[in-house]
Structures are given as structure tokens and as C-alpha cells.
């Protein structure tokens, strides 16, 4: 059977995903990978924020998307990709999600990267700011039910984050053309009979006022954290 490197070292299949099947779970890793993406244009161990990061050699199609599109508006072409890596922590290794967004030219894939919670969970893309353009939902997460939401717009060639967060207790995007939103579920420490698996959240929610996401203390029921 292929081994992963050798996938690498073919530029195996690079595909192109389109954004209506992109809520792609962290399901099971397959033990050899399905699909490769665009990662397969990017250097196998690379280094971000002067440390050393290595791309899973168990990419799948659950912990690895590709999608291509005009996230400026500048009417040409940028490849994002979200995937599974791992450093090590002095002997431990440590699992990290990141997407890395940029220009395929000549087979080479100039790239901005972006590091989100252990594992990576999957990518959305919705018109925050309703210009056109997508944004970027970088989910990932942690250990013990912990989801982060990283919300990135691109513009003029480069990444600007726009929303980061993260909860064990559910974290939701309100896709509402007139008002996205992000609610946050908070733990209810207060109620001695509260679980997080009785779902009975605190929460906070995040709405977009045309420039920025804002707390709404209103529609809340937690502080913000
Ligand atoms: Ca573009
Ligand atoms: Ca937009």
C-alpha cells in the first residue's frame, strides 16, 4: 500500500472541495489516508512561530479539507486548507490543528498559517460582513468536548481575525444574513444539579454590528469570559 510520503512526493490528486460538503466531522482517522488535499503542496514538517510542526501522516477526509475560491474578491483564485499536525513537547507529541490560506503557482503554495485548538474539526465559509466575499470558520478542538471558533476574514493577501473562541459547553454559529451571531455555551456552576451532559447552558451571545462582534448583554445569560 502507498505510503503517505510517497503520496507527498507524487502530488497525488489534488482536489478540489466545494463548500457544500465541507461540515466534515472528526470522525475516526483512517489508518491510510483517502484523499489529499492541498496540504500535498506544502512542505511535510514546517515551522510556525519559531516551532516545528509535522503534517499527520493520518490525513483523511475527516481531518483534512481543500477548498478553493476568491475569498478577497480580486477575482482570482486562493486554496485554503484546513489539517491535522502535531509537535512534540519536549517528549510529548502534541496534536494542532491549522489552516493555511494562499497562491498555487507553479505548483508551489505560498501560504499564511493560522493555529487553532488540537484537532482540527472542520471548515465553514459564510459571508459575515455580507461583502461578497467568505469568511473563514475554523473549528477545532480539545480535549474534554472543548470547541474553538476562530473566524478569519481575507483581505489584501492576508488573514485578519475577526472572532476566537471557545467552550466545553456547545459553541454555535447563527447564520442570520442580517445578524450572524455566535452563541456560547457557559457552564451553570451555580446550580448543584447542573451536567454537561444535561445541555442546560449559561450562554453568551456574539452578534455582528456591521463592523465587529459585540456582546449582547440583553440576549445573555452569562458574562462574557
Ligand atoms: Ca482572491
Ligand atoms: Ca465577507
Not at 20 to 26: E, M, N, R, S, T
Not at 66 to 92: H, K, N, P, S
Not at 117 to 129: M, T
Not at 138 to 143: A, H, N, T
Amino acid at each position: 500500500m502507498m505510503s503517505i510520503l510517497q503520496w507527498f512526493k507524487r502530488g497525488a490528486g489534488l482536489l478540489c472541495v466545494s463548500a457544500c460538503v465541507l461540515c466534515v466531522g472528526a470522525l475516526a482517522l483512517a489508518d491510510e489516508p483517502r484523499v489529499i488535499n492541498g496540504v500535498s503542496a506544502m512542505e511535510r514538517k514546517f515551522v510556525f512561530e519559531k516551532q516545528q510542526f509535522t503534517i499527520s501522516n493520518t490525513l483523511s477526509p475527516y481531518n483534512n479539507v481543500t477548498i478553493r475560491a476568491d475569498f478577497d474578491g480580486d477575482r482570482t483564485i486562493e486554496t485554503l486548507v484546513g489539517f491535522q499536525a502535531f509537535t512534540y513537547d519536549y517528549d510529548f507529541k502534541v496534536p494542532v490543528a491549522f489552516i493555511a490560506i494562499g497562491k498555487e503557482v507553479r505548483g508551489r503554495f505560498a501560504h499564511e498559517l493560522r493555529m487553532g485548538n488540537e484537532y482540527f474539526k472542520q471548515i465553514e465559509l459564510y459571508d459575515v460582513d455580507n461583502d461578497g466575499n467568505p469568511e473563514i470558520l475554523f473549528w477545532s478542538e480539545g480535549g474534554a468536548h472543548f470547541v474553538t471558533l476562530d473566524i478569519y476574514k481575507y483581505e489584501k493577501g492576508s488573514l485578519r481575525q475577526i472572532f476566537g473562541n471557545a467552550s466545553a459547553c456547545t459553541i454555535e454559529f447563527q447564520k442570520n444574513p442580517k445578524k450572524p451571531a455566535v452563541r456560547i455555551g457557559r457552564e451553570r456552576w451555580d446550580d448543584p444539579e447542573w451536567s454537561y451532559t444535561s445541555g442546560d447552558f449559561l450562554y453568551e451571545l456574539w452578534e455582528w454590528d456591521g463592523r465587529e462582534f459585540k456582546y449582547n448583554e440583553e440576549s445573555s445569560t452569562s458574562k462574557p469570559q
